[in-house]
């Protein structure tokens, strides 16, 4: 958690810790990228207990996030629920994850870029 907390200095980051060693994190506002109405969102996602040796996957956002065009977030994207929240899913699975090198903060800066050039 303090390698999520330095990568995101200043920003309120809530976690929670499971039972099993595992972790929900929310990061509670980050900027989604200029193509969205919404100039903030939160993001969350799970650490599991299986951590490093299993993604972090997938990545939630707040669920009214919308394009400045109209059109729809695509693939990738779908409206569900995570810890209570309603939330957009985005489904940014690492296939050749790499324990040494693939961390939480690596991974979510990977989903915030993916986001942002779409």
Same mark, same amino acid.
């Given at each position: ?26 990061? /509670?506002?980050?900027?989604?990228? /200029? ?30 996030? +919308? ?7 695509? /693939? ?27 961390? +939480? ?11 942002? +050039?779409?």
């Amino acid at each position: 958690m303090e390698e999520v907390r330095a990568a995101f200095p200043g920003v309120v980051i809530n976690v929670r810790e499971e039972p099993d060693g595992g972790a929900v994190v929310f990061v /509670e506002s980050v900027d989604p990228g /200029e193509q969205y109405q919404q100039r903030s969102t939160w993001i969350g996602f799970r650490i599991t207990f299986q951590y490093p040796y299993s993604d972090v996957y997938p990545h939630f956002v707040r669920d009214d996030l +919308a394009r400045v065009d109209g059109a729809g977030l695509g /693939e990738g994207m779908t409206v569900t629920t995570f810890e209570d929240r309603q939330a957009v899913q985005i489904s940014r699975r690492s296939n050749k994850l790499n324990p040494a090198h693939d961390t +939480a903060v690596i991974k979510l800066h990977k989903v915030l870029a993916w986001l942002r +050039a779409r």
